[in-house]
């Protein structure tokens, strides 16, 4: 099942509205965020901690550390 939402947060006094996907696969779960044309999936790790991958590549070097934080952050606290 997909659920798709905006996804809005701030980040160094500017707004992000980012379009997004909630997806459920199998006992866990993924969130597919669009950003600047890469969909990024954060999901759990091995230790029950969000990461983050760039779904084109296995990282995401370009984007700044503390962004991809905040969208962490806001995700948790939706939960």
Do not use: C, W
């Not at 997806?23 to 965020?33: E, K, L, Y």
């Not at 029950?48 to 590549?57: E, G």
């Amino acid at each position: 099942m997909e659920n798709s939402f905006t996804l809005s947060f701030e980040y160094k006094d500017k707004p992000y509205n980012l379009d997004s996907v909630f997806m459920r696969t199998g006992f866990t779960h993924q969130f597919h965020i669009l950003l600047d044309g890469n969909t990024l999936i954060i999901e759990f790790d091995e230790e029950r901690n969000y990461r983050v991958i760039d779904a084109n590549t296995t990282k995401t070097s370009n984007i700044e550390t503390d962004l991809l934080q905040a969208m962490v952050n806001k995700i948790i606290s939706l939960q």
